[in-house]
Structure formats: C-alpha cells, structure tokens
C-alpha cells in the first residue's frame, strides 16, 4: 500500500524508502520481578506526555523491551495520533511498553533522524493512510498490522536536510503548542466559571443573598423534580425516513445542547398518541441510559414532533417553576451529584422516571428564578463567545499543523533553504 506522496515528484537528493528499509521491528518479551520498578511506555500515558512508573507485581501483561531512541507506534485505535519516542530512563529504570505499540529501532542512525521519522509518522499523509488500513476488534477498537505499516514509503531527504526540517517544525510547533496551550487554560477557567456561576444561581449568592449560613435564603425552599413537573417516557416507534407523521426525536438528534430538525427522522404514530405525546415549547427531555445518561435539552419551537422511548420527557407546571430556570439547574453539580448516586452500580447505569421525579430541585419564588436566568444568561453568553473563540484558534491550529507537515515531508519547507545553500 502506498500513500499520497507517491504521485508527487521529490526535490533533487530525496529518496523514497519503506520504512522496512529502514527500521527493525523490536518483539524482545520484557521478564518482569514483581519486586523491580518499572519505566512502563503504556498506550493511555500517551497523553500525559510521560510515562509510569510501576511496581513489577502490579504489570498484569506481557511487556516489550524498548530503549531511548526507540520510535513507538500505536496500532490500537490509530485514528488517535499517537507516536513517540523513547527517552532516556529516569533513574535508570528498566524501560517496557505494551504490545499495542510497533517498536521501531532506526537501523542507521547516521542516514535518518528519529525526530524526522516521527513527525513523518504524526503528519496528515501517514495518518491517513494508517487510520483507513485497520482492522476491527472487539468493542469499538480497530488495530493496524504492523506488517502493513512497515510496508509504508517514506521520503528521505540528506541528513543535514532532515535536521533542518526538524529545527523549522519544532520552531513553528512550539509556537502552536502554546497557543493551544493558552486556549486549553481557557477552557479549564471557562468550566470553572460556568461551574462557580451555576453553585451561586442555586444557593442564592447569584442574586445578593448571605451564603453564609449554609442555609437556603428566606422564600426558597427544596421540592422534588415530582412536584413541580409531570414525567413521561417518549413513545415506542421506529424512525422512519418518508417524510409522514412527526418528526422523531432521538438521543443521538441533540450535539452540542442544538437539534438540527431537518435532521430528524419522522415517525407513524396515531392521531391519538400523537396528540399524547407531542413536544411543546418549554418540555425538557432527558437520555435515560447509556454515556449521555442525564443530559438534558430545552425544547423550544419544535416542529411537530415526538421524543423517542429512550428519552425521558419533562413538563414543568410553569406556575411553579420556569423551565429555563429548570434547564440551567440540571446542568449544576447539584443536580449531576444526585444522578451519579442514582445511577452508581447499577447494571443498565441509566436513570429511569420514577427517579428522576424524586430528586431535589433548589426553587427560589418565580420573580427571582427570572432574575437568574436573566443574569445566567447575560454571563453565559459572554462566556460562550469566548468559547467560540477558542474554538476557531483550535481549528486554525489544526489546519495550519497540517499544512506545515504537508509541506515539510513534500520539500516546500526547506526549498528556500536548499537554495541558498545551493543543495
């Protein structure tokens, strides 16, 4: 098999070499004491950017040799861009990794850089083609087979070129690497916030109330999500593709808090349980099983539509409670600590109607449950902005990582370079 840059014409001095040609594949069984510590190159440490350091006896597994210099390659799921390269131990340790990386040891270390080869192995080329040359496993794991990534062709270009290309890409990546970084910081102090705003909204420090007694403030009392609103379950019906009866509502139709209803399937209901069971403006409807269990969404302004069975549908008696005061209280910890004790050993881990009406809802008198979706509101939007914001630094980061690999594994990185140096 062979990857995009095949049809394109390498600069003068490049060569194109499998990386069989240029690595040995290492299978060397790591022997393991139980009471020696361990340098462990493991797949999940990955993004740590460091690897463990464990106790012999506590290696359930069998282990490889590997040893500074080594370029690992993850062929577990290997859509995840994951390459390193092993440094030198700390404190002597001896160094292992898991069996799910290909070991490659650089046969010639005076013809190829191993910082060259794995930003190769990181670029957009490679990880194309590795992501589509995979096999399945159990669950939701793919793998590649090391035989088919060895067979892959890599430009090569004279040493002193390799280097230079290395020197340009840490140089401009370092600079990526902070400026996501900076985006990252953003976004911890972002969930911070959101989650310091939604604690005062609930305990009454949001609209000028004294916390300070732990107590909730004068006019404001505990109810269950039973007394202030009725729950049903969705209807059971399959979705449908022709365009007859309602549009089905369905757990993997909310992304991102949004429905995009041109999206949503219908379904054939009869007038009866349609009537049942349509949405209306201020419902809100919740995943009951599965990762999303407890996620909640507003609905407002749908077409006419049904949720699914899956979903849990929750109708506030709006002469008690507002329900965009309700949606925000099911997004505060408050209300996620109930579910995960609700949910907590559990066989289906979901939550059903039954336990969603009996957990506590802090409601404040409606005038003030404005007053703080009012406020919530103004500040959620602000903080949102700067979410957006940081999203499309991520993605010019993105794009421009990707153009910078393309361009140095392609000889446009370095063309300047090698004209001036008359290479």
Request: proline fraction near 5%; aromatic fraction near 8%; charged fraction near 25%.
């Amino acid at each position: 098999m062979s990857n995009d840059l095949s049809d394109s014409t390498p600069p003068d001095g490049w060569k194109r070499r499998s990386l069989d040609d240029l690595v040995v594949s290492m299978r060397k069984s790591a022997k393991i004491v139980d009471s020696a510590m361990y340098e462990l190159w493991s797949v999940p440490s990955f993004s740590d950017g460091c690897p463990e350091y464990v106790l012999g006896s506590s290696i359930g597994s069998g282990k490889l040799a590997v040893s500074p210099g080594d370029v690992l390659i993850s062929k577990i799921n290997p859509r995840i861009n994951r390459v390193w390269v092993v440094a030198e131990p700390r404190d002597a340790l001896p160094q292992v990794s898991s069996t799910e990386w290909l070991i490659a040891r650089i046969k010639d270390a005076e013809s190829l850089n191993r910082v060259f080869l794995r930003n190769y192995l990181s670029s957009p080329v490679f990880r194309e083609w590795i992501s589509g040359a995979t096999s399945s496993v159990t669950g939701s794991h793919s793998r590649a087979k090391s035989e088919q990534i060895l067979e892959q062709m890599v430009p090569i270009p004279p040493l002193v070129e390799q280097e230079k290309i290395v020197e340009i890409l840490e140089e401009q990546l370092s600079r990526l690497d902070a400026a996501l970084e900076a985006v990252r910081a953003v976004r911890v102090k972002a969930a911070q916030f959101r989650r310091s705003l939604l604690h005062a909204a609930f305990t009454g420090a949001l609209t000028g109330h004294d916390t300070s007694s732990g107590t909730l403030p004068a006019g404001w009392e505990d109810v269950s999500a039973g007394e202030i609103a009725r729950l049903n379950y969705g209807y059971t019906e399959s979705a449908s593709a022709d365009p007859v009866g309602p549009k089905f509502l369905r757990i993997t139709d909310i992304q991102d808090g949004r429905v995009s209803w041109d999206d949503v399937p219908y379904c054939l209901i009869s007038p009866e349980n349609e009537q049942k069971h349509r949405l209306i403006s201020g419902d809100i409807v919740f995943a009951r099983t599965g990762a999303t269990t407890g996620k909640s969404f507003l609905i407002m302004d749908p077409p006419n539509a049904v949720c699914a069975s899956y979903l849990i549908r929750l109708q506030p008696k709006v002469e008690m409670v507002r329900p965009q005061y309700l949606q925000y209280f099911f997004q505060s910890d408050g209300y996620w600590q109930q579910v995960r004790a609700e949910t907590t050993g559990t066989a289906q881990g979901g939550v059903n109607a039954s336990k969603l009406s009996k957990l506590t809802v802090v409601l404040p008198p409606l005038g003030e449950q404005e007053r703080i979706v009012e406020i919530l509101e103004e500040q959620l939007s602000r903080l949102d902005a700067s979410l957006a914001l940081a999203n499309t630094v991520e993605k010019r980061a993105a794009a421009l990582r990707r153009s910078l690999l393309h361009a140095a594994f392609t000889g446009n990185l370095t063309k300047q370079w090698r004209e001036n140096a008359h290479v």
